[in-house]
């Protein structure tokens, strides 16, 4: 652990918009941080990029990197990394980060160097780090033994849509960034999620080696449960089948030490039904079966609704910090001996 006034070293593990809220909260607390960023995405901008250069995917990385970038030094800068271009036949589609991202991978020869000199030219906080530098294609097994090939077609779920994903797994194999290793083993926390769970969360825990580091650490391991399901991916999902779920792919039920939950406070009626229509609906809490996969609950409202329900990134850094600090209060008076569900 850090010495007495220190900033805490602390590592956030995922992919999309949740790891965008967690570093997005935590920048104002910290300099001290890794973000781990899952390299499975096979569509949209990143994944032409993909396809037409064989460079890993760079659309995580960059949100990352803005992310972690400083609003008085770099808002220009920032705003220029997310410019998405709207025409052009070729450039229609792309984001002028992820362009940049590919092309300082042609000159520099290699994904990790590109990714921290972009940290550079940003002025970032901390790190990015892709998990791994191997190129690999997620996969999801459904129930019915269906195999669903590539990131985007497991979210989208076009065919199928009604059958339970059963496993997920990446097509080859690949081994583990050895700088994200390293800033597992020095980390004080380790924070997985929010995100969408097979497609974002999960697809880190698949690279050889990582679940290994996060088992064999010695810092606070916290899951950050979703505040919505997602239909197609985790309907009908409540807090505690989150918890297994990460706990299957880290390989332990003990490594676990805390999980994040959002007490839902009513959303805006029109927000509510918009959700209800895309058959997605907040995440319950069945405290017993949570207290069954992991020992300590902080359950907080943490929720910022905007046009879509999202964790509110200075909420969601406070309670992970006050984790480090030993506060476990775990429920808010008014659910003291609650069951929400």
Known sequence: MNEPNSEPRVIAIGGGTGIYAVLTGLRSH???ITAVVSMADNGGSSGRLRDEFGYLPPGDVRRCL??????EDSMLLRRLFEYRFERGLGLNGHTFGNLLLTALTDILGSTDRAIDEA???LRIKGRVLPVTLDDATLCARLADGHVIRGETDI????????????????DPGASANPEALRAIEEADLIVLGPGDLYTSVIPNLLIGGIPEAIRASRAKCVYVCNVMTKHGETDKFAASTFIREINRYLGSDGTLDCAVLNYHESLPRDLYERYKSERSEPVSIDLGQC??????????PLTATGALVRHDPPKLAETLLSLLREDTSSLPPELAGATIA
Do not use: C, F, M, W
Not at 155 to 170: N, T
Not at 291 to 300: D, F, K, P, T
């Open 30 to 32: 910290t300099s001290n």
């Open 66 to 71: 803005v992310a972690l970038a400083s609003d």
């Open 119 to 121: 940290g550079y030219l």
């Open 155 to 170: 979210d989208i779920r076009k065919a199928h849509h009604d059958v339970p994903i059963q496993e997920v797994y990446l």
């Open 291 to 300: 207290y069954e996969s992991v020992g300590q609950l902080a359950i907080r």
